[in-house]
């Protein structure tokens, strides 16, 4: 089993930045890649950025590449999402997520929600124009 539990979020002004924590226990190989979804009102739940912690491997949704950055601290079983040059469309419900990778290397597709099995409890974030 593996539990998620994230920071609290925020509310910023647009250019503004905020970061994300989520913590995880558990089974190491159910966890050894790590995501952060989110959901805005009236969307769907959307990949923004996965880690692999066996490689380092990171990949990141077009909409937030070169603003977001995904990042783990594996001594504290931890992963981050700093999120900088926020805009009012990134005001969404994130969440982080967790999956086991069996061996296989990341690839856009663990963007998708679809096989995560853990969910942390989400958390809001909101950004003003």
């Known amino acids: 089993q593996v539990h998620l539990v994230q920071s609290a979020g925020g509310s910023v002004q647009a250019g503004g930045s905020l970061r994300l924590s989520c913590a995880a226990s558990?089974?190491?190989?159910?966890?050894?890649?790590m995501g952060w979804f989110r959901q805005g009102p009236g969307k769907e739940r959307e990949g923004v950025a996965i880690?692999?912690?066996?490689?380092?491997?990171?990949i990141y949704a077009d909409s937030v590449q070169g603003r977001f950055t995904i990042s783990q601290d594996n001594a504290k079983n931890t992963v981050y999402l700093q999120m900088n040059s926020l805009k009012p469309e990134d005001t969404a419900m994130y969440y982080c997520?967790?999956?086991?990778?069996?061996?296989?290397?990341?690839?856009?597709?663990?963007?998708?929600?679809?096989?995560?099995?853990?969910w942390g409890q989400g958390t809001q974030v909101t950004v003003s124009s």
């Open positions: 997520a967790a999956k086991g990778m069996w061996g296989r290397l990341s690839t856009i597709q663990d963007l998708s929600a679809g096989g995560y099995g853990y």
């Open positions: 558990g089974a190491t190989y159910r966890r050894d890649c």
């Open positions: 880690i692999n912690s066996r490689d380092g491997t990171t």
